[in-house]
């Protein structure tokens, strides 16, 4: 069993930076995928990015790709997300999660391929 905790929200202008945290519980955290997500009122949950157990695979969505930065550190059970540039469309609730089956792409780009989900942190950009 792992549990998730975000943190790491809050209101930021355009252009600002903002860096999301994932604490994690649970012995097994360092070989779990690790992924974030974000959900807008009334949208589907929308992949963002995803970092494997070692930290050295990892991948972005289109829309974020250059941007946002996904780390993990093992030792601290913590998965970031540093988020530079932010843009008024990137306002959502983000939700960090955990894969324990190492899905391969597609599946590890949907929520339905995470085991366990944090209770998410609102990110606001203003224009």
């Known amino acids: 069993q792992v549990q998730l905790v975000e943190s790491g929200g809050g209101l930021v202008q355009a252009g600002g930076s903002l860096r999301l945290s994932c604490a994690a519980s649970?012995?097994?955290?360092?070989?779990?995928?690790m992924g974030w997500f974000r959900q807008a009122p009334g949208k589907e949950r929308e992949f963002v990015s995803r970092?494997?157990?070692?930290?050295?695979?990892?991948y972005y969505a289109d829309s974020v790709k250059g941007r946002f930065t996904i780390s993990r550190d093992n030792a601290k059970n913590t998965v970031y997300l540093q988020m530079n540039s932010l843009k008024p469309e990137d306002t959502d609730v983000y939700y960090c999660?955990?894969?324990?089956?190492?899905?391969?792409?597609?599946?590890?780009?949907?929520?339905?391929?995470?085991?366990?989900w944090g209770q998410g942190t609102q990110v606001t950009v203003s224009s």
């Open positions: 970092i494997m157990w070692s930290g050295g695979s990892t």
């Open positions: 649970g012995r097994s955290f360092s070989s779990y995928a």
């Open positions: 999660a955990a894969d324990r089956r190492l899905l391969l792409r597609p599946q590890a780009t949907l929520p339905g391929g995470y085991d366990y």
